[in-house]
C-alpha cells in the first residue's frame, strides 16, 4: 500500500500598496481597509488612514472660516512677516545700493503726477510704502513694530487674503492722500508705511466697533499719533489721514459686507470700489479739477 503525499496549500497571498504594488504592506488604512506603505500613511486619530482617504477628507470637510469669511488659519501671521521681510530687504537695499537708486525708482513726490514734471508712474503709490529714511533708524523700527503689534490681530480675524488686500489699498490711499493735500511746488516726496499703518489703525477701529469692544484706546493712539504728525517737521500726515480713512473703508467693506455664500464677493466689490475712488481722486488731481 502506497501513502499519497498530500498537496500543499497556497500560501496566502502577501498585502501591497495600491499605489506601490512593489512594496508589500502589511499595515492597513483604518477608514478603508486597504494596504498602505510607510510613504502612504498617514497618522490619524487612531491608528493610520491611506493618503486617498486623507485627500477625500479634506475634499468634503468644509473650510473653517473666521467670522468675517477668511480661511481660519493658526501658527503666526506670515503675511504680516512678508511685509516686514521685504520692508527690511528693501532698507538693506538702500543702503547697499550706491546714491540714491532705490530712493529714486520707487519713492513718490508730489511732482510725478503733473505733466510738466515727468510721467506719472502708478507704482510709486505703493512701492513708497515699502522704503524708510535711511537718516532715522526708528523711522522703520517704529512702523515695522506697529504692523507686527496690528498684524496679529487683523490678519487672523480677517484672512490672509483680506488683510493682504486692506495693507496694501491702505498704502496706496496714503499716497493719494499726500497727493491731494500736498502743494505740488516746492517738490516734496514720502517714503515709509505709516499710510499703510494707519490703515491698520482705522481697521481695528472699524472692526472692534462693528464686534461691539472697547475702542477709547486705539481712539488715543490715533490721536498721539496723528498730534505727533503734525508738531514733528518731516512726517506726512497728509499720508497718515489718506491711509486712517483706506484702511477704515476697508474695513467696513469687509465687516459690514452680507453674510453667506457670497460674503466673498461683497468684500471683493467693496474693495474695489474703495481702489476706485482713489483711482478717481487721483485723475481728478492730475487733472487740475
Known amino acids: 500500500m502506497s501513502y499519497g503525499i498530500p498537496a500543499a496549500e497556497p500560501s496566502a497571498q502577501i498585502p501591497v500598496c495600491p499605489r506601490h504594488p512593489d512594496r508589500p504592506s502589511y499595515v492597513r488604512c483604518q477608514r478603508c481597509g486597504r494596504p498602505a ?3 502612504c500613511q498617514r497618522a490619524a486619530a487612531v491608528g493610520f488612514q491611506c493618503i486617498d482617504c486623507v485627500n477625500e477628507t479634506k475634499r468634503t470637510t468644509p473650510t473653517a472660516r ?25 532698507y538693506v537695499l538702500q543702503w547697499l545700493i550706491p546714491g540714491r537708486a532705490v530712493e529714486e525708482n520707487l519713492a513718490f513726490a508730489s511732482v ?32 515695522m513694530y506697529m504692523l507686527w503689534m496690528f498684524g496679529q490681530a487683523l490678519e487672523p480675524l480677517l484672512g490672509r487674503l483680506r488683510f493682504l488686500a486692506l495693507y496694501l489699498i491702505a498704502a496706496v490711499g496714503g499716497s493719494v492722500g499726500f497727493l491731494l493735500l500736498t502743494p505740488v ?21 472699524v472692526v472692534q466697533r462693528h464686534r461691539g469692544g472697547d475702542t477709547k484706546q486705539l481712539w488715543v493712539l490715533i ?67
Request: one cysteine or more; proline letters at 6%; hydrophobic letters at 55%.
Open 37 to 39: 506603505c510607510p510613504e
Open 66 to 90: 473666521t467670522v468675517y469669511g477668511g480661511t481660519a488659519v493658526t501658527g503666526r501671521p506670515l503675511v504680516t512677516f512678508g511685509i516686514i521681510a521685504a520692508c527690511a530687504l528693501l
Open 112 to 143: 510725478y503726477a503733473t505733466p510738466e514734471f515727468g510721467y506719472f508712474e502708478p507704482w510709486r503709490m505703493l512701492t513708497s510704502a515699502f522704503l524708510h529714511s535711511q537718516g532715522f533708524i526708528l523711522h522703520i523700527a517704529l512702523n
Open 185 to 205: 511746488l516746492p517738490p516734496s516726496g514720502v517714503v515709509g508705511a505709516s499710510g499703510a499703518i494707519f490703515g491698520l489703525f482705522g481697521a481695528m477701529l
Open 223 to 289: 490721536a498721539i499719533n496723528g498730534v505727533i504728525g503734525f508738531i514733528v517737521p518731516q512726517i506726512a500726515w497728509q499720508a497718515h489721514l489718506g491711509g486712517l480713512v483706506t484702511g477704515a473703508a476697508c474695513a467696513a467693506a469687509i465687516a459690514y459686507a452680507p453674510r453667506g455664500p457670497r460674503q466673498w464677493l461683497w468684500q471683493t466689490a467693496g474693495l474695489v470700489l474703495v481702489l476706485g475712488l482713489l483711482i478717481g481722486a487721483t485723475w481728478l488731481r492730475m487733472a487740475g479739477v
